[in-house]
């Protein structure tokens, strides 16, 4: 399996305030990904990172920010949490740009805002 | 952009065979990905398909025709553990310039395995 946490697992916050969900991966594997799942919408991606400061946006990227200053940090940030971000938030990592591409997920941080 | 369509729920017997199918449109392709995900847990990678035909991995097969934009997983000797969401997910032909290619996943289907 590979080498992948999620932290904080669980988190209820309240409309307004900032949250920071973290990725972090022993694989050394370059691409990080941020998705979230939610009932009756599947797995959407948020931003993913491609190496150390790059990061790009996905398909529902608004209201979020990403940091990578380490190979095996991929942070999430919420700014200002809306009721709307209540999801299940999952990590992913690859290390393979152009064969494949399999993902190993994390095991998700379920977040629930007041 | 990419759509992609699967049923809902499926319920299938244990020890039956079931087929779980997938049908995409979408602007450019490059490679189809099914994933398994438990209640609670995280996917799970279990097969993919970039060229016409049939993939096997033990009791899981995987087939792919491009043309009719469609793919169906087959689980053949079904077990209780099976019962799960399996998730059809396209991977898109255009290299978005920042090094990575992107997956769109389908909404999943939850199978229900029943003695």
């Known amino acids: 399996d590979a080498g992948i946490t999620q932290s904080p697992r669980h988190k209820v916050t309240e409309t307004g305030t900032p949250v920071t969900l973290r990725c972090h991966q022993t694989?050394?594997?370059?691409?990080m990904y941020w998705y979230r799942q939610d009932p009756g919408h599947g797995l959407r991606l948020i931003h993913y990172s491609y190496g150390v400061k790059d990061t790009d946006k996905g398909e529902v990227s608004d209201g979020y920010s990403v940091s990578r200053s380490k190979t095996e940090d991929f942070l999430l940030t919420l700014e200002s949490a809306t009721s709307s971000q209540t999801s299940v938030y999952f990590c992913?990592?690859?290390?393979?740009?152009?064969?494949?591409?399999?993902?190993?997920f994390g095991e998700g941080s379920r977040l629930t805002v007041l | 952009g990419q759509n992609i369509d699967q049923p809902t729920e499926m319920t299938a017997t244990e020890g039956a065979i079931v087929q779980i199918n997938c049908t995409y449109q979408t602007s450019g392709f490059n490679g189809l990905f099914w994933y398994q995900q438990h209640a609670g847990e995280a996917p799970t990678f279990l097969s993919y398909n970039v060229l016409d035909g049939l993939e096997e991995k033990g009791r899981f097969s995987s087939f792919l025709s491009r043309s009719k934009g469609y793919s169906y997983l087959l689980l053949k000797e079904l077990q209780m553990k099976d019962s799960a969401s399996y998730l059809c997910a396209v991977r898109d032909k255009a290299y978005s310039g920042a090094g990575s290619y992107q997956l769109t996943f389908g909404k999943g289907t939850k199978l229900s395995v029943i003695p």
């Open positions: 694989e050394n594997h370059r691409y």
């Open positions: 992913a990592i690859s290390d393979r740009e152009y064969s494949p591409g399999e993902l190993f």
